[in-house]
């Protein structure tokens, strides 16, 4: 996720990136994930300790970073860049997906809901 990218961006630092590497954030603004857990999850107080709402650009650390750089924001978009993103290249490529971070946590219950429902089934 987009908290993850940033809390490891460190890691970009050296001099040893293999042009054939690919990273994917799924950037939600935040730490969205925490909004399955139960309790309040509106107001400034959940925004700032548990979600970390954030703006940081992705594209502005992929050009200081001298990685590529490809963004998404709906599934015509994530069609086309994913046709780019696994081509050779002379440089890592680093792809954006940008969710809606209110949204996200019904998303992946109802994926939960999916897997509990299908997975047992499947043999």
């Known amino acids: ?5 940033f809390y490891d961006i460190n890691a970009l630092w050296n001099n040893y990136l293999r ?10 603004g935040g730490g969205g994930i925490f909004r399955i ?7 400034a107080e959940f925004e700032t300790y548990f979600e970390t ?10 050009q200081a ?7 998404a924001d709906n599934g015509q978009e994530l069609s086309e860049a994913l046709r780019e993103f696994y081509k050779p290249s002379e440089s ?22 999916f897997l509990s429902w299908h997975l047992p089934n499947i043999q």
């Open 19 to 28: 042009s054939d590497f690919r990273i994917i954030v799924i950037n939600n």
């Open 37 to 43: 857990l139960p309790g309040k999850k509106e107001g």
């Open 53 to 62: 709402v954030h703006n940081r650009s992705i594209a502005s650390l992929c």
């Open 92 to 113: 890592p490529k680093l792809l954006e997906i940008k969710t809606p971070r209110k949204l996200n946590d019904t998303v992946l219950l109802g994926y939960f809901d």
């Open 65 to 71: 970073f001298s990685i590529g750089y490809a963004g």
């Open 1 to 5: 996720g987009d908290l993850s990218f």
